[in-house]
């Protein structure tokens, strides 16, 4: 059973356009999710993160979009760089009143092209 | 340099023979955890740690084993390896439970 889901295997975007990557998840007690960055060889990077007190987090050129009634995030990337290439997994967890959370739940991952 | 180092990085191995892939951070992180990555299922949690001595099972904890005996180190024990553990191994840390966690290179690891 797959409780984060991320639909789309693989998707290219010609540089200087935006990305938007999907994920949908289907567990409510999520709380808190994270988008990570996945080049081939090494392990993933950090991107981004949004509490599900929030609508939308901002870093630079990304920013994540959270629809809870719709157990539904995004990741926006403004403006696409050939450096952005790599492979996107979103990911949740609970952390509840504790504030700390302990089980990590991936998607499957997106792979993003970005052209030239 | 503030790093997660694995090791080995690849690792072809026999089935029944036991494994320990070492993992290590610098950083005083708590939190610690062990990830597999397979084509199609993405990442999954294996086991993690929330401090010394404290351990826990993720969604896939069948077949391995975790110790925590010091802050900085968290081998990953395969005391009977089998052919569908061939994977792709992270292991990664944090300060604090699942804030920005950090990850090593990853272990390839092939079970015949």
């Known amino acids: 059973d797959q409780q984060v889901k991320q639909n789309s295997p693989s998707l290219s975007v010609q540089e200087g356009r935006i990305s938007i990557l999907n994920c949908d998840y289907t567990?409510?007690?999520?709380?808190?999710f994270l988008w990570y960055k996945k080049y081939p060889a090494e392990g993933p990077t950090f991107l981004i993160s949004i509490s599900s007190i929030k609508d939308k987090n901002e870093d630079g050129r990304f920013t994540v979009f959270l629809n809870k009634s719709a157990k539904h995030l995004s990741l926006h990337i403004v403006p696409s760089q050939p450096g952005d290439s790599a492979v996107y997994f979103c990911?949740?967890?609970?952390?509840?009143?504790?504030?700390?959370?302990?089980?990590?739940?991936f998607g499957t991952g997106t792979r993003l092209q970005v052209t030239l | 340099e503030a790093q997660v180092t694995q090791n080995p990085r690849y690792l072809i191995t026999v089935t029944g023979k036991k494994l320990t892939v070492t993992c290590s951070q610098n950083m005083n992180h708590e939190y610690m955890s062990w990830y597999r990555q397979d084509p199609g299922l993405g990442l999954r949690q294996i086991y993690y740690s929330m401090n010394v001595e404290v351990t826990d099972k993720g969604d896939v904890p069948e077949g391995y084993k975790v110790s925590r005996k010091e802050k900085r180190n968290f081998p990953l024990i395969l005391e009977s390896p089998s052919p569908n553990q061939t994977s792709l191994y992270f292991c990664?840390?944090?300060?604090?439970?699942?804030?920005?966690?950090?990850f090593g290179p990853g272990t390839r690891l092939t079970v015949l």
């Open positions: 990664a840390s944090s300060l604090r439970g699942l804030d920005e966690q950090f």
């Open positions: 567990n409510s007690m999520f709380d808190y």
């Open positions: 990911a949740a967890s609970v952390k509840g009143n504790t504030g700390t959370a302990s089980k990590l739940t």
